[in-house]
């Protein structure tokens, strides 16, 4: 199955960045479509990004432009790179496989002045 550990998230104003980590065990990354997901309070949970095995990305438009995703195989680590970020980016964010429905803990984004 894979776990997951997600790092980086906290307190940013708008038009601020932030980077996400997720240190993944128990599986190679380098096997699967990897990807982030996040939850908004009182939304349900929606995908944000994911990168293949050949290093395809794909990005929800909401967040396309202004987000990165990027993996190390050799770290087994996932990124996310958020640059102008937008009050209705705060949300929960996961990491994980998005196509096994298998994610981690999750780490809180907030965007506010």
């Known amino acids: 199955q894979g776990q997951f550990v997600e790092s980086g998230g906290g307190w940013v104003q708008p038009g601020g960045s932030l980077r996400l980590s997720c240190a993944a065990s128990?599986?190679?990354?380098?096997?699967?479509?990897m990807g982030w997901s996040r939850q908004a309070p009182g939304d349900q949970h929606a995908f944000v990004a994911r990168?293949?095995?050949?290093?395809?990305?794909y990005y929800a438009d909401s967040v396309k432009g202004r987000f990165t995703i990027s993996r190390d195989n050799a770290k087994n680590m996932l990124y996310l790179e958020m640059n102008n970020l937008k009050p209705e980016d705060t949300a929960v964010y996961y990491c994980?496989?998005?196509?096994?429905?298998?994610w981690g803990q999750g780490t809180q984004v907030t965007v506010s002045s």
């Open positions: 990168v293949g095995v050949g290093g395809t990305t």
């Open positions: 128990g599986i190679r990354i380098s096997e699967y479509t």
């Open positions: 994980g496989r998005p196509y096994g429905n298998n």
